[in-house]
């Protein structure tokens, strides 16, 4: 047999990929490329799940947990950054030791403890602990991605390869609506009494421990794929590491990819992190307005404003499912940085019109459009990643990218919080504060920008083979 390159030292080809596509990438696939797309897409989608639980958990969980002379959106604030550094932590941990040991193993670790983690928090008693759970499932939430990305164009057929990973990621707001809806279900059975008020929180957060039980159906039936295991047995007689972060940062080529893909990564981060997913603290303080004005009692209210953020969430992710969808077809016709510049561009505009312009439920639509522009650039990070980095860092590469800006992307809700308060300070009432939150989001859409920056630099990939 001819010997294998070795993967960490060939650059990328310019060649056009070899082998056309033959109809859609679906009618492509074996049944075990089809398993395997199934499990990476079901981990992802609950990944996104717990994500979102707590997104929607956590206006009612800081109201909960801290004393009434603390802010619970500074603090909401503090608890996302918290949980959005473990996940930089978790996706530069596992990211390696996929690209070490394997990825269907470390894809199962990192499953269990996103959901386990999401369950403990549910117990705890004050912030402190509450972070501490975030932080840990945070760890968990950060390798899957990775992960399931490499596993996925580790496995498929090259021609099959953008159109899987698009959809990959479009699944993931398959997870975000059923967090909608479970939210929803569960602001219902609040505002019947018939739980507790004020514990919604808790069994949103239970709820996410269920994917665990996927854990066992991955260990059992999933294998690494066979174009990592041939090259980690070349790489071992070449003497190649595999999943080095000296190979990643040391080699010019691969640094220059890793550090713009970085930069490309933190403009998406942190508009959905540090402002997107911020979306809920503005629809409860419009909604509780309209309840108010409308003469809702006091104990119904948090019952009714949770039934309302869902459906925000739902409406949101229903968009970002049809943006992620647009991106792939995008990504392969016009190429993947076209695509890019179009997403960050409708991204600054549609964030902006978002905060400044949303008022009550006959905004809802705003919801969709925003997670339309803000989430296709996400189904770019699935397709583009992969294909800037060779077999031996494929996994570490793609998490060094998506997770590593998450250390930049934590200090998003700390700005927004800070950003808030100063604006909040000259703020005599509830109606300035309002806008002083509109404004804060509005200006922190800028970072949209630095996505089209790190764009210039980067190579288009489109129609190239991996680089192998």
Not at 21 to 39: D, E, I, K, M, N
Not at 112 to 134: E, M, N, P
Not at 411 to 433: D, I, M, R, W
Request: charged letters at 15%; one cysteine or more; glycine letters at 10%.
């Amino acid at each position: 047999m001819k010997r294998m390159s070795d993967p960490s030292q060939l650059s990328q080809s310019p060649s056009r990929l070899s082998q056309p596509a033959v109809g859609p990438w679906w009618s492509q696939l074996t049944r075990y490329h089809w398993f395997v797309f199934t499990v990476a897409s079901l981990a992802w989608l609950f990944d996104c799940l717990d994500q979102q639980l707590f997104v929607l958990a956590r206006p009612l969980a800081m109201k909960a947990l801290l004393p009434p002379d603390l802010d619970p959106k500074i603090y909401g604030a503090y608890a996302t950054s918290i949980f959005v550094l473990g996940w930089a932590t978790g996706g530069l941990i596992f990211g390696s030791l996929g690209d070490r040991f394997g990825r269907a193993k470390m894809l199962t670790i990192t499953v269990l403890i996103y959901s386990v983690c999401t369950g403990l928090s549910a117990f705890s008693q004050g912030w402190i602990d509450f972070a501490v759970f975030r932080f840990l499932t945070g760890l968990g939430v950060g390798g899957v991605f990775g992960l399931a990305v490499a596993l996925v164009a580790d496995t498929l057929p090259d021609t099959a390869r953008a159109g899987a990973l698009g959809m990959l990621q479009a699944l993931s707001a398959v997870g975000n609506v059923t967090a909608g809806v479970v939210s929803m279900s569960l602001g219902h059975l609040e505002s019947m009494k018939t739980i507790a008020p004020g514990t919604a929180w808790k069994y949103m957060l239970l709820i996410g421990a269920v994917p665990a039980f996927l854990c066992v159906f991955i260990q059992m039936q999933l294998k690494e794929p066979e174009k990592w295991v041939k090259a980690r047995e070349v790489g071992r007689a070449a003497g190649v590491k595999f999943g080095s972060y000296v190979e990643l940062l040391g080699d010019p080529r691969w640094r220059k990819s890793a550090l713009l893909g970085m930069m490309l990564c933190v403009s998406g981060v942190i508009g959905l992190w540090g402002i997107g997913f911020f979306s809920p603290e503005l629809v409860g303080d419009v909604m509780e307005r309209s309840l108010i004005a409308e003469g809702i009692p006091a104990d119904q209210r948090d019952g009714q404003k949770t039934f309302w953020i869902s459906v925000n969430l739902i409406v949101q992710n229903i968009g970002a499912f049809f943006g992620m969808l647009a991106f792939t077809r995008m990504a392969e016709g016009i190429g993947r940085k076209p695509a890019f510049a179009i997403a960050f561009v409708a991204a600054l505009i549609a964030t902006v019109g978002y905060f400044q312009m949303f008022n009550g439920r006959g905004d809802i639509w705003m919801s969709a459009v925003m997670g339309a522009c803000q989430f296709a650039l996400f189904a770019g990070f699935a397709i583009y990643l992969p294909e800037l980095f060779p077999m031996s860092l494929r996994s570490t590469g793609t998490s060094f990218c998506y997770n590593v800006g998450r250390f930049l992307a934590a200090s998003g809700p700390f700005t927004l919080g800070s950003l808030q308060a100063a604006l909040k300070a000259n703020a005599a009432t509830e109606e300035a504060k309002l806008m002083a939150f509109r404004n804060a989001c509005s200006y922190m859409s800028a970072i949209f920008l630095l996505g089209l920056v790190a764009l210039v630099f980067l190579p288009e990939t489109k129609g190239r083979p991996l680089p192998e």
